[in-house]
């Protein structure tokens, strides 16, 4: 090759870096130019879809383009999750992922993805935790010890409601069983609003769930709340202790919902994406709303919420292998 090609070839290599650094840069300013969808995988008017809105209207305004939310339910979350998986890396279409996706394989039997294989993490959008709740009716017990006791005396005598097979709740009742060495009466419903039904009516004695839904509950002292399972007391309900602060050692059952995008989606609209969605966090306005429904506004980056997702994924798929718990 002569001197002359030698030196158009590396003016073409450095002109076509140059080009992708500006194409990159272009890409960052002008993106989105149309509506974006977060498809949501569960039916509207739920927790998670109420979380993800008010955070879509936020970052719409910001944008200057309408987010939408696409319910598309069905598998226990992971049909849209699938959708998603399969869709454009050009961060019109992004997935609100919550916990179960995490573990998907080693409760379904072909879920259609894989969560750490197939999306980039951009940004949490809510966290839950679970709070150890009892129908005082049925069982009269009113400290985390006594519920432990009265386990150990009678095993599998106090039944545990969730909202199915693989939700936070179920598995928190496995994890309790292991680290207290109980046996509990595991009663599995399809979804988390009839178990609460029926733990009001005394059909069941006792269920994980959440402060913003059962503090009302609690006050009227129609449950009664025996431990927050996780790091900290709920503001909802301040008198609760966590399984900690009980003596019992660090217990952790927390609900969450973020947001994912197919893996090759650009890193520069990731990164719009994860400052938008975390400047709506910040706000007053959500910071208020989340209060309210017993939440916790997660400030961080692109990289520490990817390292929460792997270690909380990690952390539930060993408790379902040590219950036992096979693929449906």
């Known amino acids: ?87 454009p890396a050009d961060g019109y279409t992004m997935l609100v992922g919550f916990t179960g996706h995490t573990y998907a394989s080693l409760i379904y039997a072909n879920p259609g993805f894989d969560l750490l294989r197939d999306f980039a993490p951009v940004s949490a959008i809510d966290r839950v935790q679970s709070v ?28 545990m409601a969730s909202g199915g097979l693989g939700t936070v709740p179920h598995l928190a009742i496995e994890l309790l069983q292991t680290r207290a060495k109980i046996r509990l009466h595991h009663v599995p419903y399809r979804g988390g609003a009839p178990a609460l039904q029926d733990l009001l009516g005394g059909q069941v004695a006792g269920m994980f769930g959440t402060a913003g839904v059962a503090a009302s509950y609690v006050k009227a002292g129609s449950l009664r ?48 994406t994860h400052a938008a969605v975390q400047k709506a966090l910040g706000s007053e306005k959500v910071k208020q709303q989340w209060a309210e429904r017993g939440a916790r506004v997660e400030l961080e980056s692109r990289a520490a919420f990817a390292a929460f997702v792997a270690e909380d994924g990690a952390r539930w798929s060993a408790v379902i292998k040590a219950a036992g718990i096979k693929p449906e």
Do not use: C, Y
Request: glycine fraction near 10%; avoid cysteine.
């Open 132 to 159: 150890l709740l009892i129908n005082p009716k049925r069982l009269d017990v009113t400290t985390l010890p006594q519920f432990l006791e009265a386990a150990r005396a009678k095993p599998e005598s106090i039944d």
């Open 225 to 272: 709340a025996l431990a927050v399972a996780g790091r900290r007391r709920e503001p909802l309900l301040p008198d609760v202790p966590t399984f900690q602060e009980t003596g019992f050692g660090d217990f952790r059952a927390i609900s969450w919902d973020g947001l994912f995008a197919p893996k090759a989606t650009p890193a520069a609209v990731l990164d719009r």
């Open 1 to 87: 090759m002569t001197t002359r090609r030698v030196l158009a070839t590396r003016r073409a290599l450095v002109g076509g870096i140059a080009a992708a650094v500006v194409s990159r840069g272009a890409l960052a300013r002008d993106w989105p130019e149309k509506t974006v969808t977060w498809v949501l995988p569960f039916p509207a008017g739920g927790p998670s879809d109420g979380f993800a809105r008010t955070v879509a209207e936020t970052v719409g305004a910001a944008f200057g383009e309408t987010v939408v939310i696409d319910n598309k339910s069905g598998a226990g979350g992971n049909l849209g999750a699938a959708v998603v998986a399969h869709a």
